[in-house]
């Protein structure tokens, strides 16, 4: 079951809507948070669970709670099921300034992972403030729109005619001449990417020079 998370004064906490869980997920961190952040936008992700495990450490009566057990869904092309991970969030400068005060904890960890056929892996802010997570905060905040259905239409009847790559600014200059235009399609055309609708390379940023192209399913 999973730990409730206290309130903290001193760093922030709270809860995350999880869309993979359908469920609130606590975090203590903003760094944390942000993992849930990407966590719930990956796709081979199957699902998460917060501090659900706790492992006995001698002396500790609470023992530890490492941030997040990770489940993956199968390989697409092979079927494999990576091993679920259980990990820790830290901050680099937390690890080296406490590293001896880490060092047995996360060892009990990766032999309790080990155990039952997990990994066990620090995550750090290097991890996660990516051109990824940039990309995701963007695009979230167009989750909730619904493009007119001829808006959506002719999106994507454009997108169809380049028959390969193309990039934002082009597809936009043929739906937009002006900025009036443009005010109304640019959220269409970001709704379309954060909907996959419109492929693109997520682990860059998101811009007018994006190259795109059409999903097969689209």
Do not use: C
């Not at 809860?15 to 760094?31: P, R, V, Y």
């Not at 081979?44 to 450490?57: K, L, M, S, W, Y």
């Not at 905040?141 to 493009?147: D, G, L, T």
């Amino acid at each position: 079951m999973a730990r409730k998370i206290p309130k903290n004064y001193l760093s922030v906490t709270g809860s995350f809507a999880s869309q993979k869980n359908d469920q609130m997920a606590g975090f203590e961190s903003i760094l944390e948070k942000e993992f849930l952040l990407l966590l719930d936008f990956d796709e081979t992700v199957e699902r998460f669970e917060v501090q659900e495990v706790t492992i006995p450490v001698p002396g500790v009566p609470k023992g530890y709670t490492p941030d997040v057990l990770i489940y993956y869904k199968p390989n697409p092309l092979t079927g494999e099921i990576p091993v679920p991970v259980l990990t820790e969030v830290k901050h680099t400068d937390d690890l080296e300034r406490n590293r001896e005060k880490y060092k047995s904890k996360f060892a009990l960890a990766d032999e309790y992972a080990r155990k039952h056929g997990w990994e066990f892996r620090i995550t750090t802010q290097v991890d996660i403030r990516t051109k990824r997570l940039q990309n995701i905060k963007f695009l979230r905040e167009y989750r909730n729109i619904q493009p007119d259905g001829s808006d959506r239409h002719q999106l994507i009847s454009i997108a169809t005619s380049y028959n390969g790559e193309f990039r934002l600014k082009d597809i936009l200059q043929r739906l937009a001449p002006n900025d009036d235009a443009q005010l109304h399609w640019l959220p269409v055309i970001w709704h379309a990417i954060l909907k996959k609708d419109l492929i693109a390379d997520w682990n860059q940023l998101i811009d007018y020079q994006t190259l795109l192209r059409l999903s097969p399913g689209a």
